[in-house]
């Protein structure tokens, strides 16, 4: 978080520690709503340089934006692997580790 906050979001230290974590998260989807504008100019750019170039005899569908936008992450993961770990974790927390 400190990494994020002091590199992304430009903060001082000063101004990261005394952040809530609710401003924190605030300032974080604020960047992330930015990226995604950014990211949607140059996805806009390629989408028409693809269109101009686009082969119509094919019978391709017409390129749009979100072709060239980058894949959200999944915000949540299935992963066993990270449950097992969690679960350890828990374990020992608890005073059960192995």
């Not at 960047?31 to 269109?51: P, T």
């Not at 082969?55 to 980058?70: G, V």
């Amino acid at each position: 978080m400190w990494s994020f906050g002091v590199r992304n979001l430009r903060l001082s230290d000063r101004e990261f520690w005394d952040l809530t974590l609710a401003q924190f998260d605030a300032l974080a989807r604020r960047y992330k709503d930015e990226q995604r504008r950014l990211d949607y100019r140059s996805a806009m750019v390629c989408s028409i340089l693809a269109e101009i170039n686009r082969d119509r005899k094919r019978r391709i569908k017409p390129f749009s934006p979100e072709d060239f936008m980058p894949k959200e992450e999944a915000e949540e993961r299935d992963d066993p692997k990270m449950e097992r770990a969690l679960r350890r974790i828990s374990q020992m927390l608890e005073g059960k580790g192995e």
